[in-house]
């Protein structure tokens, strides 16, 4: 596709629950990244992929959040037991990273509301 | 200290004056660096990148950066109703991850 692309845009879930987010990144972009944002905030790191392998995860908050990239392509963000403070946008960004152009570009995001 | 600083504002400009956003950064090793710009309820979209010291021109949009003084600002020149938004700045700390600050409003009346 021309962008990265997020499934869903909007999900609504209870608190207690399983929900997996969705990133589909540029072709051939190698670099893709998971960022989360509150209301009033700048974008805060999660997780960053280098190819299928996470090259820097210190971002996820605790061991309820984990993400794959198996094929270094499409990711997916999975929540466990969620909670209502991990209601945000979260936002997947990916990158050609062609040498010192680190540029991201920003899918639209997933809204997440935990009730 | 937060590694990406900017004032929230919001910053009020009227329509064909410059608009000059800042942003301070502390870590020395940072490399690069990023604007982007985020209407409300959309996702960041990225306006300008700069990588050395200097100014760098693209259309009304102007970077400068000081990495001696470890500022980032962005201008914008004939300021528009359309570039009411919230501007983030961003800093690659050599990770190759951004750190973005909290943002910038960015008023611009008609």
């Known amino acids: 596709g021309a962008g990265v692309s997020q499934t869903p845009s909007n999900k609504v879930t209870e608190k207690g629950k399983y929900v997996e987010l969705r990133c589909d990144p540029i072709?051939?972009?190698?670099?893709l990244y998971w960022y989360r944002q509150s209301l009033g905030q700048g974008p805060e790191f999660l997780i960053y992929f280098q190819g299928t392998g996470a090259a820097d995860d210190s971002g996820l908050p605790n061991d309820r959040f984990f993400a794959v990239r198996p094929e270094g392509s499409v990711s997916t963000l999975k929540i466990q037991r969620t909670e209502r403070g991990d209601s945000a946008v979260y936002l997947c960004?990916?990158?050609?990273?062609?040498?010192?152009?680190?540029?991201?570009?920003f899918g639209q995001g997933t809204r997440l509301t935990v009730v | 200290q937060k590694e990406v600083e900017q004032n929230s504002g919001p910053l009020s400009v009227p329509e064909g004056a410059i608009a000059s956003l800042n942003c301070t950064y502390s870590?020395?090793?940072?490399?690069?660096f990023f604007w982007y710009r985020q209407y409300s309820g959309k996702s960041p979209e990225l306006i300008m990148s700069i990588y050395s010291n200097g100014d760098k021109e693209d259309g009304r949009f102007t970077a400068q950066l000081n990495k001696a003084s470890q500022y980032v600002s962005l201008l914008i020149r004939d300021s528009q109703p359309s570039d009411s938004a919230t501007y983030l700045c961003?800093?690659?700390?050599?990770?190759?991850?951004?750190?973005f600050g909290s943002g910038t409003r960015l008023q611009v009346q008609p």
């Open positions: 961003a800093a690659d700390t050599g990770r190759r991850a951004l750190t």
């Open positions: 960004a990916s990158s050609p990273l062609d040498g010192q152009n680190t540029e991201a570009f």
């Open positions: 072709s051939g972009h190698t670099a």
């Open positions: 870590d020395r090793g940072s490399q690069s």
